[in-house]
C-alpha cells in the first residue's frame, strides 16, 4: 500500500498545477465608496454588468460572471479584441499598426489608416475562429506585404509616413530577430529543445 501510495503522490505532483477560479455560494456585497471610505457602508450596492455604453449581451435573468465576461470578449457583439489583435499582428510585419497606438483603440487612439481593412481583417479572424496562422497566411500572401520598399519621389511627397501602404517598410523584421533569421536561413539556428542543460 505505501508503495502504490508513493507512485500515486510522485505522479502527482509531476503534474503541471493550473490556478482554477471558483466562484463562492454566497456573493460579496460591493458597494459605492462615499469619499472612499471603505469603512462606510452606506453607499449604493453595485451589481456585476459591463458598462453601458459597450453592447449588451443577454444573461438569461442571472447576474454575469467571468465566464460570460470572456464570452463576451471574443462575441461578434465585441469586435474591438479581433481588431486589437489584427492591429498587433499588422504592426509585426509592417513595423507599423494600421493604427499607430497598439495600446487604446479607443476614442482617445489614433483612428485607423484603412478603417475598412481593419473591420475587414477583424471579421476574417472571427469567421475563421480565431486562427492565427491564418491570419499570417493571408497577410504575407497579400500583394501589400509583398510590395517592394522602394518609392517614387511622387509617392513619398504624397504619403512621407507610409500610412497609406503603397510600399513596403525598409525594415521588415526587427533587430532583435535579424541574427535568428539569419541562422534560421542557413539552416544553423538550434531549437531550444534540442538545447541539454
Not at 66 to 81: F, I, K, Q, Y
Not at 108 to 132: H, I, K, R, S
Not at 175 to 192: H, M, Q, T, W
Amino acid at each position: 500500500m505505501a508503495k502504490v501510495e508513493s507512485e500515486r503522490k510522485k505522479f502527482y505532483d509531476a503534474l503541471p498545477k493550473v490556478l482554477v477560479s471558483v466562484s463562492a455560494p454566497k456573493k460579496r456585497t460591493v458597494r459605492i465608496l462615499p469619499r472612499g471610505n471603505w469603512m462606510d457602508e452606506s453607499g449604493e450596492v453595485v451589481l456585476a454588468a459591463l458598462p453601458h455604453y459597450l453592447p449588451q449581451p443577454k444573461f438569461e435573468n442571472s447576474e454575469p460572471n467571468r465566464l460570460d465576461l470572456a464570452r463576451w470578449l471574443v462575441s461578434r457583439e465585441n469586435p474591438l479584441t479581433a481588431r486589437t489583435i489584427i492591429n498587433r499582428m499588422w504592426k509585426q510585419f509592417f513595423g507599423t499598426g494600421l493604427s499607430k497606438v497598439l495600446d487604446d483603440l479607443g476614442a482617445q487612439g489614433e483612428t485607423p489608416a484603412n478603417p475598412a481593412l481593419v473591420d475587414w481583417l477583424a471579421c476574417e479572424f472571427m469567421d475563421n475562429g480565431w486562427d492565427v496562422k491564418h491570419m499570417v497566411r493571408t497577410i504575407v500572401t497579400s500583394h501589400t506585404y509583398r510590395q517592394v520598399s522602394t518609392a517614387t519621389k511622387e509617392l513619398l511627397a504624397a504619403d512621407p509616413y507610409n500610412r497609406e501602404y503603397v510600399r513596403q517598410s525598409r525594415f521588415r523584421i526587427d533587430a532583435e530577430l535579424v541574427r535568428d533569421n539569419a541562422l534560421a536561413i542557413s539552416g544553423l539556428l538550434v531549437p531550444k529543445s534540442a538545447v541539454r542543460a
